[in-house]
């Protein structure tokens, strides 16, 4: 069981980025995916979740607008992409199995925004 | 969107001692979904506790979770050198997560 996510990515302010995370060895519908960043020396922050079944997003208020989440059930991977980057969003990029017990988590894809 | 606050910020103790950390919400948590979770530098998140008192498979039991509503506890009984981490708590209760900011058990 687990999310195997994207490599490392540098991208330039203003671009966009999307990192992918790939479930296995479990029922990829029956769990929704969240998405969690952690900026350097900070805590975790959430960004939103896809209910991969339907397609249902929630999306913090912190991304609304710049945020899209998506899920491809052919392949068991889900899709965050991330627009109109800025410095501050350089942070590690977690992926995390929903649940009672939310306890299956990526082992993280480093974003850089660097000019 | 529910705010999670935790205390201390910083808890100095020395190992073989016993630690208890709080985390306070804005509003009451749904279903008392409230995790603990353990980080180390380089390293993501360790799930230690879920439904506020559940431990998390191979989770040893000097960790114990308590509380309900908006006051939820965190408590590890004998330190270990391992234990020395920071520890947040993450509400899952409804559509929108939050984590507490998180506090760190060190070495005394």
């Known amino acids: 069981v687990q999310l195997v996510q994207s490599g490392e990515e540098v991208k330039k302010p203003g671009a966009s980025v999307m990192v992918s995370c790939k479930a296995s060895?479990?029922?990829?519908?029956?769990?929704?995916i969240s998405w969690v960043r952690q900026a350097p020396g900070q805590g975790p922050e959430w960004m939103g979740r896809?209910?991969?079944?339907?397609?249902?997003?929630n999306y913090a208020q912190n991304f609304q607008g710049r945020v899209t989440m998506s899920a491809d059930t052919s392949t068991g991977t889900v899709y965050m992409q991330l627009r109109s980057l800025r410095p501050d969003d350089t942070a590690v990029y977690y992926c995390?199995?929903?649940?009672?017990?939310?306890?299956?988590w990526g082992r993280g894809t480093q974003v850089t925004v660097t000019s | 969107e529910i705010v999670l606050t935790q205390s201390p910020a910083t808890l100095s103790l020395s190992p073989g001692g016993s630690a208890i950390l709080s985390c306070g919400a804005s509003?009451?948590?749904?279903?008392?979904?409230l995790s603990w979770y353990q980080q180390k530098p380089g390293q993501p998140p360790r799930l230690l506790i879920y439904?506020?008192?559940t431990r998390a498979p191979g989770i040893p039991d000097r960790f114990g979770g308590s509380g309900s509503g908006t006051d939820f506890a965190l408590t590890i009984n004998r330190l270990e050198p391992e234990d020395f981490a920071i520890y947040y708590c993450?509400?899952?209760?409804?559509?929108?997560?939050?984590f507490g900011q998180g506090t760190k058990v060190e070495i005394e």
């Open positions: 993450l509400q899952y209760g409804g559509s929108l997560w939050t």
């Open positions: 060895g479990y029922t990829f519908t029956s769990h929704g």
């Open positions: 995390v199995r929903d649940g009672i017990d939310p306890d299956l």
């Open positions: 896809i209910t991969v079944n339907n397609h249902n997003t």
């Open positions: 509003q009451s948590i749904t279903n008392n979904f």
């Open positions: 439904g506020s008192s």
